[in-house]
């Protein structure tokens, strides 16, 4: 088993930046993929950017150029830096990751961006 566990989510006004954190522990030899989604009330949930164990990042359309993904294979932890936020991007923030053939996923932590 694997356990995710998100901190970093608050309250923020348009334009300002929030850090995302992401803890894995458990059975966490060997990582694959680490990346975070979200979901905004009434929507799906979805993809907002990942990272390899190689360190090579993925990003959604809409967050490219604001948000950027990092991750720490020796602390299995997978951080996302939100800059230029918008209203939009209001949601819960999931964290993701894939091991051995499973995804998992943490619980979430809400982001609420004020115009």
């Known amino acids: 088993q694997v356990q995710l566990v998100e901190s970093g989510g608050g309250l923020v006004q348009a334009g300002g930046s929030l850090r995302l954190s992401c803890a894995a522990s458990?059975?966490?030899?060997?990582?694959?993929?680490m990346g975070w989604y979200r979901q905004a009330p009434g929507t799906q949930r979805e993809f907002v950017a990942r990272?390899?164990?190689?360190?090579?990042?993925n990003y959604a359309d809409s967050v490219k150029g604001r948000f950027t993904i990092s991750r720490d294979n020796a602390k299995n932890t997978v951080v996302l830096q939100m800059n230029s936020l918008k209203p939009e991007d209001t949601a819960v923030y999931y964290c993701h990751a894939y091991v051995r053939s499973m995804h998992y996923w943490g619980k979430g932590t809400l982001v609420t961006v004020s115009s």
């Open positions: 458990g059975s966490i030899f060997s990582i694959g993929d």
């Open positions: 990272i390899t164990s190689a360190g090579n990042p």
